[in-house]
């Protein structure tokens, strides 16, 4: 094996997967390093992807040319549209998935990939020269080797000084049967990063033939699945069902009774966990009047007997969880196959990281996924999409990729991280974003495939394809916006709330109706796509303004190595608060919870000060 690489990744869960896909893609040598290469593409919690601000990032991540979308689609087992009686911009594509297939298929897209060596080990070391990461040591089996390389990426996941609890119980892990990772902690803290502690938590799992379904209440999958992936124009899968179940009063009173044998309340886990997705325990005491707390039982996959019990995480001792598990409805005789736990991990604070999620302090050492402070596959993916471009853009010397917060749910994720930071495991929601109607699933396209194209990642059908759909929506456009059905043009009457497409196109007078009924049947998804434009185009417009007078903010860039000192006049907390996030551009500062933007117009008028002194001294060298 080679021991020199352009690029090292560390860690080959979600955001490890699509750094080292997208960098040995761009042409570099590439090295995975992960504990367990069988565990590549590992769900290490619920079985599913997408939802809701979640679906429209996996569709990012596909319209930038990664991997998520297509391992989705491949693997599905129930696709369903979440939030469709609500607005388009808030609709979330999410589907079920069979976790060995996602897994499997993961792991032959990376071991199919040229340029990209997978090794089995663990990083023990970030090797540092000069501020600048330029290898990594590692560990297989007692014997130690350092791979050198131009740029690291670090997606070690939950897996830095796991410790696993459940009940009174402590062991370190990374995740159930796996290891931690404790020296790469310690390596990234000597190196001068700063580490916390987080929590997550999982849920029991039961076998499938010991539930009494016919108890339960069923639910579908949508009667026609979404794909997530541009090159897929459709999904041929038999889907399968998903049962819903709830918990009661009586599981209720046992998890009070047993408070002070929760982790979470008994002191013995200190660290927060993601607000969004509660432990029972924590359900249970946050929402004291609720009598019953919904349960979905969702199959892990087509030949396995595991099912997830989603909405019950846990890490109650195991006797509390039998308790609860056999007082739900249809689960009397189940037998549990693993018990619920909760997981603390290092991570470290994002605010140490620019945009391009290279670390401040280190040089060409990026961090990518739940290490930032991140939960979720899909945050992590993308993270791991734009660590591994960026760090290809590094090693290249072209600009790097930053996403704005009008591009993407990517964008606003990584702004967020990097400008703000994080209190509590962070995860994607559409009120994060400004401009949701912007940034809707059905137009990821649009808004990335062309950058995706430019950065490299964008492969030639990937590209025609786009072009096709893209040729399609501009035609039908200017078809629906030329065509009169009395005093209003097509395009008019598709912003009438209460018409609806199909019946709109229908109606179309010849030649131009047949005309759109052939885009439609050839690029459906493009043409709907576009009649969510037609019908919202009053919003959006609203929205462009807005995003525009925050890009003029965003290209006015502030040196990185100001000095907020100098600068008169400007608040104490906001000096402090720029002097900690050192903000790209104005735009960025003003994102920065303490900095008003009166705090701006001081800083604005003080950088054009500086730059005119500037201009002075050189025109007096001259
Ligand atoms: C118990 C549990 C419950 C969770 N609950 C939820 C939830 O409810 N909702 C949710 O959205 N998300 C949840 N998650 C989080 C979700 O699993 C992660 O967000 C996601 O997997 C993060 O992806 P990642 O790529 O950052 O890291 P991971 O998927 O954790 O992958 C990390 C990878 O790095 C490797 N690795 C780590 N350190 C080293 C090293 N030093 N050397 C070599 N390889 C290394 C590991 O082997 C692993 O392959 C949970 C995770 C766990 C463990």
Redesign the pocket.
């Known amino acids: 094996m080679p021991k020199d690489f352009d690029i090292v990744v ?8 699509e750094a080292s896909w997208a960098a040995a893609r761009l042409g570099h040598s590439t090295v995975l ?4 290469p069988d ?2 593409g ?5 079985p599913a992807i997408g939802g809701v601000g979640k679906g429209q990032m996996v569709r990012e991540i596909d319209a930038l040319g990664g991997l998520m979308g297509l391992a989705a689609d491949a693997t599905g087992m129930q696709f369903r549209m979440l939030n469709r009686s609500k607005g388009p911009a808030v609709w979330g594509p999410r589907c079920q998935s069979d976790r060995h297939e996602y897994a499997k298929f993961v792991q032959k897209q990376l071991s199919g990939q040229d340029n990209l060596t997978i090794i089995a ?4 070391g970030i090797l540092i020269e000069n501020g600048r990461a330029v290898g990594v040591r590692i560990s297989q089996q007692g014997s130690v080797s350092d791979i050198l390389s131009r740029a690291v990426v670090v ?6 000084n796991g410790r696993l609890h459940c009940g009174e119980k402590i062991w370190p892990g ?3 049967g ?1 290891p931690s ?1 404790d ?2 902690s310690e390596s990234l803290r000597s190196a001068g990063l700063q580490l916390d502690r987080l929590k ?3 849920v029991p799992r039961l076998a499938a033939e010991t539930i009494d379904y016919d108890l339960c209440d069923r639910q579908d999958g949508d009667d026609v699945p979404a794909p997530f992936s541009f090159l897929n124009d459709f999904v041929d899968v038999e889907q399968i069902p998903c049962w819903l179940t709830g918990t009661n009063e009586k599981i209720h009173d046992a998890i009070r009774a047993n408070f002070h044998r929760a982790p979470l309340y008994s002191g013995q886990i200190e660290s927060t966990g ?1 607000r969004y ?1 509660p432990s029972i325990e924590t359900k249970v005491d946050r929402f004291a009047d609720k009598t019953s707390h919904l349960v979905f039982l969702e199959p892990e996959g087509r030949n396995t007997n595991w099912v997830y019990c989603n909405g019950i ?1 846990t890490s109650l001792p195991t006797d509390v969880q039998d308790f609860m598990i056999r007082n739900i409805r249809g689960l009397a005789r189940a037998e549990i196959l693993r018990y619920g ?3 603390e991990y290092d991570y470290a604070p994002p605010i140490q990281l620019h945009a391009t999620l290279e670390t401040k302090k280190i040089r060409s050492l990026f961090l ?4 930032n402070g ?4 899909e ?2 993916a993308g993270q ?1 999409l734009i660590a591994g471009i960026n760090a290809s853009a590094m090693i290249t010397g072209r600009e790097p990729l930053v996403l704005m917060r009008d591009q993407a749910y990517i964008g606003v994720m990584i702004d967020d991280l990097v400008t703000k930071g994080i209190a509590e495991p962070y ?1 994607m929601f559409t009120s994060r974003a400004e401009h949701r109607l912007m940034l809707r699933a059905d137009n990821a396209d649009r808004r990335l495939t062309a950058i995706g194209r430019q950065v490299g990642l964008v492969s030639d059908d990937r590209w025609d394809r786009y072009c096709a759909r893209r040729r399609a929506v501009i035609r039908a456009e200017e078809l629906m916006k030329q065509t009169r059905q009395g005093p209003k043009s097509i395009w008019q009457i598709l912003q009438e709330p209460q018409r609806r497409a199909e019946d709109v196109i229908a109606d179309c007078p010849e030649p131009v109706g047949g005309e759109l009924r052939t885009l439609h049947r050839r690029c459906a998804g493009a043409i709907e796509s576009l009649v969510i434009d037609a019908r919202y185009e009053g919003y959006l417009i609203k929205e462009r303004t807005a995003a525009r007078q925050m890009h003029d903010l965003d290209s006015r860039p502030i040196p990185r190595e100001i000095d907020y000192g100098a600068i008169s006049h400007l608040r104490a907390e906001a000096r402090e608060r720029l002097a900690e996030v050192r903000p790209r551009s104005l735009g960025q500062a003003l994102r920065i919870s303490g900095v008003t933007p009166a705090d701006i117009t001081v800083l604005a008028v003080g950088l054009a000060k500086a730059s005119r002194q500037q201009g002075d001294e050189l025109d007096s060298r001259r």
């Open positions: 560390i860690g080959g869960g979600h955001g490890g997967a390093v992960t504990l367990d565990k590549i590992e769900m290490s919690c619920n080990g663990e990083a023990t997606a070690g996941g939950t897996f830095l990374g995740r159930y796996e990772a020296a790469l997550t938590g999982t993601p997705c995480a736990y909760a997981i990518a996924g739940q290490i991140t939960t979720g596959y945050e992590a791991g995860r």
